[in-house]
Structure formats: C-alpha cells, structure tokens
C-alpha cells in the first residue's frame, strides 16, 4: 500500500484528518487509513470505535456543506491489527470547505498527489459554477463574512421584515445555509462598484468631477442618483405670471435608467458600472449586452429576459421597479413630449444608454431665434397652416416680449396683410 492521489495514511487521530476529507471529496474521493504508518505498515488502534466516534464528530461539525452522506467508517482488520478507513466519495455540492475558515483558498482543499493542498480561487470558482451553474446571482458567495446595515435600512424604509426567513425567500442565503452571490451584492462587502465623472462640454477631455460608489448595491443607487441629481439643473420659464421650473432631465428617467442598469448588468465581470455627465448628455454604461434569445426590437416592446432574476425580484419586492420589462419603454415614454430622444448602444459585452439634455436644445434654438430678425414672411408662413393666430403665439415664436409681439403684429396690420377679429382676450388674427 501507498499514499496516492486516492489514498492517505495516519498513524493515529488528528484533526488535520477533516482537510484531507474535504481534498477527497472535491476531488476524485479516496479512503483514509488510520493506524498506519508513512510507509504503509499496519500499526493498529486500541480503541477504533473512539477514533471512528471522534472522526464522524469532527467531519460532521467542521465540514461544510454537509458531507455526512459521503462518508463511510469501517473497522478492518490488516496484519491482525484494527485499521479505520473512512471513504469518503467526490461530494455533489463541491467546494467542500472549513467551516471556521470560509469559501476560499485557506478552507478549501483539493487533492494533488499523495498531499492535500488548498485550492487556487480559480479552482474554487470552477466548482461553484460546476455545482451552482452558470446564474451568477444563485452562486455561493466565495465571501461569507457579510454584514448588511445598508439593506436594513432599505428593507425597513419600505416596511420589508429583513431576517434570516426573508433572506433565504429572496436567495440571499442558499438552502446550505451559506450567503450566495446575491447576498454578496447587497451586503456592505459588495465588490462592484458605481463610478460616475462630470466632463467639461460634450467630450471626455476635461474632467470636472468625478466619485465612485460602494457598498450594497442599494446604497450605491441611492448616491449615484443623488450625484446625478446635483448636475440636473433646474431652468425657469414663465407662462404669464406662472412660472414653471423645467430640469434637464426627466427625475423620473435618471432613476429608470439607473435601476435598469444596475439590474441587467453582467456581475460575473468586474468592470464598474460607468456614469458619464455631459452638457449635452448623460451617458450610462453597464457590463454585459443582450441576454441571449432577445433582440435590440424587443425590449422596446417590453420583453424581458432576465439575467440576474432574483435581484430583480428584490428590486421588486422593495417597490425600485413596477414590472419586469417595463424600464426602457418608460424611459422614451417619458421623452416623447420633447423635440430630442434617447438611444441605445448594445455590444455583445456591453449596454449603452444616451440621455439627452432636454433643455439645452431648446436653449439653443432660442438663442438662434434671438439672433434671426424675423420678416413679415417668416410670420405669415408660421402660422399660414391654420390661417389664424393670437399675439401670444407670436411672442412664442419670435421668442420676444409681449411688446415685442405687439409691435410685430400692428406692422402686419398697417400693411394689410392680416386681419383682427374679435375683442379683449378673444382677439385673433386672420392672414388676408
């Protein structure tokens, strides 16, 4: 007999003996000999039932997920002397790991050779997937030392019980009772972040500001969108004594777009997530383009294929989305009463959304009828579709002060080219 890639030889009990189960059972199984020696001599037990009783406790308390299914004890005899051999079988929840220790290298053993070593975060994360599959979000976290202050305070705004119960309803925490990658991203530890950067004009050459955002994903929408909302100015405009103050961007839009970014991202990459403020624009980056089986036509119909469910799901639970789908129809929902539009850049690995300015267009189209001395032509052909107008739309148009219209209007008269019908408020203006 030797010690192999299947095979482990011990004198006698020691706890060590949990990290080669663990190596056994991620690997390829094997059998543990206890009472004999390095060179594969029989040394015998006085006592086997004590070591069989002490192996079973040790396996069982410190070995996580539970492996106890996967383990056999015998008592055989070899030279006429009693031998334990526990044989342990390759598990089906691989990695196997030490409780005390977590999901990672200094708890999770592998077998290599005739040694157990532990096993590279490469190796750990392929048997997460091996075992969990390829949904990212349901994975076991390889971080299980997780606090969630952040979470709590969502949860608790909204009315939401958050409790052990309520974290394994929502996937946070796995039947095994561990943290999954979904509990990861909530959780005060989550790894990805938010970065956002204000730029001087309408290109990436000047920087003006720029923060990042960590923390539980809940956490870093609330401050992203406070940080965007200091950079969405408000303008004023007057219709007679009211006056109507106008944002740059729709409130609503910000927060569709953000929550949607946040929500369909790819988190089996690391890139951030890329917030770009322009004067022109704002542009929204996430990692991870179309989920497959969906097309750039069908999401504007609402179709909605969901690559990180769960989290969706609490998003949903916490009221941040109405319906599954229904984000981006809001957003150019909400952009259909203004002359510009968003749009959408979609690469295999990526997801753009451009949020246009609404206000800056119409500045600047002011600013262009300010300079432009209109004619008496340029009025008759505005309004020559309905035949009939008031001073009021002619201020609108011009862009000029009531005087201003007034002045416009009695030229027109004087020469004849239109006509006033009717008295006090009801005065129009037909074109002869």
């Known amino acids: 007999m030797l ?38 001599n029989a040394i015998g037990l006085s006592d086997p039932d004590s070591v069989m009783l002490k192996c079973s406790n040790t396996i069982r308390d410190a070995i996580r997920p539970d492996i106890t299914m996967f ?14 051999v526990i044989d342990v079988q390759r598990g089906t929840s691989v990695p196997y790991y030490l409780e005390s220790k977590g999901i990672r290298p200094a708890g999770v053993y592998v077998r290599q050779g005739a040694s157990s070593v ?42 939401v019980a958050f409790n052990e119960q309520t974290m394994r309803t929502l996937k946070l925490i796995s039947d095994d009772g561990v943290y999954t990658n979904l509990g990861l991203l909530l959780s005060d530890q989550c790894p990805h972040t938010i970065k956002a950067a204000v730029f001087e004009g309408v290109d990436k050459y000047i920087f003006k500001d720029r923060a ?46 953000l929550l949607n970014s946040v929500v369909h991202r790819d988190y089996a990459f690391s ?33 909605s294929v969901q690559r990180n469910e769960s989290l969706a799901n609490v998003f949903y639970r916490l009221n941040l989305i109405e319906a599954f789908g229904t984000g981006i129809p809001k957003i150019f929902r909400l952009y259909e009463k203004f002359d510009v539009k968003p749009s959408i850049e979609i690469s295999d690995n990526a997801f753009k959304i451009i949020l246009p300015n609404t206000v800056l267009l119409k500045e600047k ?11 008496d032509d340029d009025i008759i052909q505005a309004f020559k579709k309905t035949g009939v ?44």
């Open 365 to 375: 189209q002011s600013v262009t009828k300010q300079k432009h001395k209109f004619t």
């Open 118 to 159: 532990p096993a590279s975060e490469t190796a750990i994360l392929k048997m997460i997937k091996e075992t969990d599959g390829d949904k990212y979000e349901n994975a076991r976290s390889v971080q299980q030392e997780l606090t969630f202050n952040s979470a709590k305070k969502e949860f608790a705004t909204d009315g």
């Open 3 to 40: 010690e192999n890639n299947n095979t482990e030889f011990k004198r006698e009990f020691v706890d060590e003996i949990k990290k080669t189960v663990i190596a056994f059972a991620n690997t390829a199984g094997g059998k543990i000999y206890i009472g004999v020696d390095d060179d594969g």
């Open 71 to 84: 383990v056999n004890y015998n008592v055989e005899i070899i030279d006429s002397k009693s031998i334990v």
């Open 389 to 432: 107008f008031t001073r009021r739309e002619v201020e609108k148009y011009a862009n000029v002060s009531q005087a201003g219209a007034s002045r416009i209007v009695r030229c027109l008269l004087n020469k004849g080219k239109i006509t006033r019908i009717g008295n006090g408020k009801s005065i129009r203006y037909i074109i002869n």
């Open 212 to 257: 990042e955002f960590t923390g539980s994903l809940l956490e870093q929408i609330n401050s992203a969108y406070e940080y965007i909302n200091r950079y969405n100015r408000t303008r004023s405009e007057f219709e007679g004594i009211h006056r109507i103050d106008i944002r740059d961007y729709p409130v609503e839009v910000i927060r569709e777009a």
């Open 271 to 303: 890139a951030s997530i890329l917030i770009s403020i322009f004067e022109d624009r704002i542009e929204i980056v996430s990692i991870g383009g179309l989920v497959r089986g969906i097309t750039k036509d069908e999401i504007f119909m609402g179709l």
